[in-house]
């Protein structure tokens, strides 16, 4: 590396996704933060300037109002994007969509997230299932959090030689935590009104070979989803070649109810003790001590932090378009090294 | 009727379950309730007094901490029971093992709920599944909510010949809304530790030929259980197949997300709206819309309401014990009637 110019990267949307992507980047070795671009005026742009990344507006209007409240503008959206090599999109859905016509014209690469269709970019991405089909491209989508993790985990089970068919209940949290008081459910329950939900189809898009279909259903917390999955095998395996087949990924986290870590409240306060920026639990964390085999089938559950999870997967999307490796272990390896990533459970 | 005399009911335990018991036992045109026996002396035993029902100490103590509140007391526990040809204990778990003992020196019938195990009464009751069993016998259980929804359920398959194997994951409600003030979970979620839950189990010892696995979570909210499941059938079947499968029941209300019953509180305003004591959801309200067959598997979710669904059950296991009925139908078209049960969903 030493020899070689770091990656230059853009943020565009300051929000959940974005501030995350932002101190990720700030930590690799080969990347450097070109700036971070958003429309708000307020708190939550002034944070990004505390943190010395570089502010941009997304139009000369948001910039101006964004000087009125104080802030110490860099420019707008063109001239980050003139600043960098390539652009991470975290704006809301269908805003995405947009931009990403001006990054075409621009010939700039670009990676959206999970909001937008495949077709937006024809690529989607996961790690450890698809950065080989990254590479060389202008763009990739870095899938859902739900899908991530159903990605993540299903992977694990095919390269084992176990995966026949998997069949997942998804909970899912109402609303993230600080949009909390804009509104969300209390005291209920919300299934997704068709089965399959739409996060089945969408680890296809990933890796059409997976055979898989979600039911989903909307529960009154803000901390993670929580996945339940009944596994037909292509055959009797012991636990231990299950769990054997989970820790061959880093990206999965194996966890015991019997650690005290029995609920989402739990494993999140644990993330705030190791010190991670926003309690960010990148991992799968899948309950290594509830999973249970029978014969040809497999049972388990596991949380997923759906302001988190993506983020190792899009700085390694970002390495898989700009060439900065060449295939999935090396920058998942980098990845994994500066956000610390493949500590827990691996005992 | 008109020639023999109605059966007459003791309801041991005024909570929950046992107020709800007392109501619908007053409600069957073959049986009279003989008392309700409780331990508290506030405002609940006064709620039974209110009602008309004759109204016991659980001992001499607890009937003079009632006459000192105030209330109309009719004896003890004691008194009860030598005015009744049946016993519903609806106490707290492990308060009913003991009264089981005082239930068997009298030679009194009695029926216990799903918190005892199944080996207090060597028999575990769901009408549809294992009336028959019951007639004759001195006593039996009436299984959970959550195991009589699922017994119902896998009957109505198992019956139109489709039901190979089930495997489910439960939503389990937090607490009872009425004891919320005693600390439920508040924004997150709780595995139950083990897969699988005891659910699967407890619905094979009412029919042991049933092929069930259950996964259990604790959600915070109060209202109602949901279930998923993911049935393998034994052959491909349509979707009209299937409904018409459920439909053969009485005890199963076929819902639809698109007439705006798309979460659990609308279901229960709808139970409000048409009248029914506490808001009662007798059926397993499943979702018609929602259920979906691909080839030979079938996906769906229904709400069970935990306070109410054992209510119909627990009349028909009295029929059953004293020999009221001779068949699980002639009972339930009496029950049904009685509660209001079957309009939901028939159209």
């Known amino acids: ?20 992507v932002a101190d990720a980047v ?42 009125e ?12 994007l003139s600043r960098a090599d390539i652009v991470v999109d975290c704006t809301p859905k269908r805003v995405a969509a947009a931009n990403v016509e001006a990054y075409r014209k621009r010939g700039i690469r670009f990676i959206v997230q999970g909001g937008e269709k495949h077709d ?29 993790s159903i990605v993540r985990t299903l992977t694990a089970l095919k390269r084992a030689g176990l995966l026949a068919r998997a069949r997942g209940t998804l909970l899912r949290r109402a609303t993230d935590p600080w949009e909390s008081h804009l509104g969300g459910i209390m005291n209920t329950l ?8 739409h996060q089945g189809p969408d680890a296809q898009s990933v890796d059409p070979g997976l055979d898989v279909v979600t039911m989903a259903v909307k529960v009154p917390e803000t901390l993670a989803h929580l996945h339940y999955w ?17 820790r061959a990924s880093s990206r ?24 991670r920026p926003h309690d960010n639990l990148y991992e799968v964390a899948l309950w290594q001590d509830m999973l249970t085999v029978q014969g040809d089938e497999l049972f388990y559950a596991y949380m997923v932090d759906n302001q988190a999870i993506v983020i190792p997967e899009t700085i390694d999307a970002i390495r898989a378009l700009t060439g900065l490796a060449a295939e999935a272990p090396a920058s998942m390896a980098l990845t994994d090294a500066a956000l610390g990533i493949g500590a827990i459970g691996r005992s």
Chains 1, 2 share one sequence.
């Not at 009944?230 to 989970?246: P, Y």
């Not at 015991?256 to 190791?274: F, I, Q, Y």
């Open 190 to 197: 919300v299934p997704e009104p068709e089965i399959p939900s």
């Open 230 to 246: 009944s596994v037909q095998m292509t055959r009797s395996a012991s636990k231990d070649e299950v769990l054997d087949a989970f």
């Open 1 to 20: 590396m030493a020899f070689r110019e770091k990656i230059r990267v853009a943020v565009n949307g300051y929000g959940v996704i974005g501030k995350r």
């Open 69 to 80: 409240a104080g802030l110490e503008v860099a420019g707008t959206l063109g001239d980050l």
């Open 252 to 275: 999965i986290a194996l966890i015991r109810m019997g650690d005290g870590l029995d609920a989402l409240n739990a494993v999140k306060e644990m993330m705030a003790d190791m010190g």
């Open 26 to 67: 700030a930590l690799q070795p080969d990347m450097t933060l070109a700036g971070v671009c958003d429309v708000a005026a307020d708190w939550r742009p002034r944070m990004a300037l505390a943190k010395g990344h570089a502010l941009f507006g997304a139009t000369p209007d948001h910039a101006a109002a964004m000087r």
């Open 120 to 148: 937006v970019t024809g690529h989607s991405f996961v790690a450890e299932a698809s950065f080989a089909g990254a590479t060389g491209r202008d763009s990739t989508r870095v899938v859902s959090c739900n899908t991530t």
